[in-house]
C-alpha cells in the first residue's frame, strides 16, 4: 500500500501545482480519509457494525486513517454538497441509492471503477454479484460502488401461520395467495400481512418491485413517467385489495413493524436491512422465517434494491487511492462478513454464504438471508427520475398516489393519473 500511495503523490507532484489541494497529500506518509455516513455513530447495529470495519480497515492499513464522520440518513446529500460547495468535500460518502442520480448530476464525483487499473477492478470485483454490478453500471461504468444493499424480502410469523391452519413452509408466492394468507391470519385474530410500500420516499424501492413484478415500471431507464400504465395500474390494485379485503391493515409503516415485532402481525413484507431487528424480537418470541417478495401469478419476480453507494470525491490522486483501498476493504470478502453479520445487509459476494472462513459459520445457523439474497440473481436496475426535482418526484409518487390508494382507497387509474402529471410536469419527461 505505501508503494501505491507513494506512486500516486509522485504522479500527484508531477502533475500541474496546485491540482492536489489536500493537506497531507504532498508527502509519503500516512493519509487521513474523509468518511461521511449515516450509519456511523448510531447507537444501533448500523454504527456497530460501521465503527467494526473502519476498526478492521485501519488494523490492516496502518498508513490510512479513517476520520468518520456521522449524519441522518435524509440530510447526507444536503450535507455533501454544502461540503462541496465549501471547497471540502468528504473523501467518500454513503448516499442512500434514491439519491446517487443526484449526486451524479452535481457533484465532481470520481467513478469508482476509473480509480484502480483495469486489472485490478477485475480481481477485486470478480466475487461480486455480477447481475448486480451491471445493474448499479452509469454511463457504462461502476460510478458509485454498492456498499449497504437489500432486497424486498418476505418475514413471517410461523407460529401464527401454524394456528392460522397455513403451511409455514409454503410461504406466499404472490399477492392473490397473500390476500388469503392475511384473512386466514385474520380469522384467528392477528393483524393479517403487511405490504411495506407506502411509507415516505424510502419505501420506493418495493413501488418499483411491486410494478416491476407485475411487468411494469414507474419510469423508463431515460426517465420517461410511466408509472400510470396498466402494467402499473393493476399492480397497485392488487395491493389495494390486500386493504380493502381486510387482509392488511391500513396502518403506517412504523406501526405494521411494531405489530410484527409484537407477534400480532402474521407477514411483512419489506426492506432485508429490518432483518437484525426483528430477529432480535422474535428470538425467544416466535418462530420468524423469510421469503421472497411474492407477486404475480404466472410472471417473473424481479426486484431492484435499496440501501446505499459509495462515491468518491477526493481531490488528489493519493486520496483517491487510498480512497479505493478502504472501498475494496468495506466490499471484500472480510467487509460483508462484517456487514452481513453485524448490520444485516446482503453480503454482496453470493459465495462468501458456503465459505467456512466467512459467513458459512453464520448461515449454517441462520439462513433467513438466504430469499433476498437469491433475488439478486434477476435484481433490476433502480429506476431514476430525470432532472433536478428528481427527488421530490419520487415523495410525489410515494406520498400522493401510493399510500392515498393503499391504504386510503383512492381509485388507482385516475390518482396515479394525475399524479404522473404532476411528476411529468416537473422533470420534463
Known sequence: MKRLLSVAVTACLLATVGACGNSDDSSDGPITLSFLSYNYGTPDV????TQQLIDAFEKSHPDITIAPQGVPVADTLT?????????DPPDVAQIGWSKVAAAYRGLPLTPVQDIPTADEWRSATAGLSQPLLRAVEHEGKVAAMPYTLSTPTLFYNADLFRKAGLDPAKPPATIAEAQRAGLALVRIGASGVYFDIAGASKSDFLTQSVVAANGGSVATPDGRVTFDQPAAVEAL?????LTTSGAQPAVAEADAIAAFKAGKLGALVTSTALLAGLEEAANGHFELRTGGMP?????????????????????????KQA??????????????????SKIGYLPLRPD???????????????????PALDQLETVRPYTFFDGPQADRAVATLQDDAVAPIVLRGADPASTLAEVAAQVRSMTGR
Open 237 to 241: 390494485t392488487a395491493v389495494q385489495q
Open 323 to 340: 480512497a479505493w483501498e478502504f472501498i475494496k476493504f468495506l466490499t471484500s470478502a472480510e467487509g460483508y462478513t462484517i456487514i452481513t
Open 352 to 370: 462468501l454464504v458456503k465459505d467456512p472462513r466467512y459467513l458459512g459459520p453464520y448461515f449454517a445457523k441462520d439462513p433467513r438471508i438466504g
Open 295 to 319: 407477486g404475480f401469478a404466472g410472471k417473473p419476480v424481479r426486484t431492484t434494491f435499496s440501501g446505499a453507494g459509495l462515491v468518491v470525491l477526493a481531490k488528489d490522486d493519493a486520496h
Open 46 to 49: 448500523g454504527g456497530e457494525g
Open 79 to 87: 450535507r455533501v454538497r454544502s461540503r462541496t460547495a465549501a471547497g
